[in-house]
């Protein structure tokens, strides 16, 4: 009897972990950390998990800036997106054609700053689809999109860098498989993978009545898009966004608890 009820103990723990405890156990990640030289300008390939509330590129954009406000003009972020698109929608190798995608940009006063040339970018941050990756039919041409596209940024003298995206609110079981994905495919291309995913897994068993996706409950809230952007932070520099002043129209306290599950999620991935 004794051990009968053990044995159930043991299946009840085991069942009861959480889907952001569960993939912790999978797969590690080979890349932690992209050194000092961290990328100052990035494009991000992806669809509209990016470019919900005004982009998640923008508000890192906002993030890093406020993290470094002596060095404010350094700091730039570009988005390609396309609705509902998987990463081989993209012509990746289109985008670091010379004068054309980030070329030149605006500064605040509204003036036009010509882009130097000779590197448009520092890195590639890419996303694919949100069910591509694990998907029975798609997550091949994943594996093969994200090879080739690895490639393709490399030879342009930038770096790849794959970003995790998170479970649909319905079905947080999608938070380990993609996990595991991201992580193999980090691993297979000597790529950095930001772990976005996790955080929302963190921050929805922390706080469930905090709402981080839009009604559809795929697409990011406010709430959402400012996890991933600090997230984002935290994996590209190696540095805590808790204290950040950039607040994205949050208030403080539900801020600064998306910068500690933004944190605390980086390090708890890279095993630092």
Known sequence: MHRIFRSLFVLLALTSVS????????????????????PK????????FFYYNNGM???????????????????????????GAGLDWHDVESYFRPNAIASYSFDGQNNIVFNKLDKLFDAAVM?????????????????KSTKTDSEIVRARGARPIFFMSWAYADKPEMTAQLAEAYTVAGNANNALVIPAGLAF????QKRPELTLYAPDKR???LAGTYLAACTTLAALTGRSPVGNTYLAGLDQPTAKFLQEVAWETVQDYYGK
């Open 127 to 143: 996303m694919d689809c949100s069910q591509c990756p694990i998907h029975p039919t798609l997550k091949a041409a994943f594996a």
């Open 57 to 83: 590129p923008d508000h890192l954009g906002q993030l890093e800036r406020a993290a470094d406000p002596e060095h404010n003009e350094q700091y730039r972020n570009t988005m390609v997106t396309i609705g």
């Open 219 to 221: 697409h990011p809230s």
């Open 41 to 48: 300008s990035a494009i991000f390939i992806g669809n509209s």
């Open 19 to 38: 889907p952001a405890a569960r993939a912790q156990t999978q797969t590690k990640p080979a890349v932690t950390s992209l050194g000092p030289d961290y």
């Open 201 to 204: 897994a963190r921050a929805g």
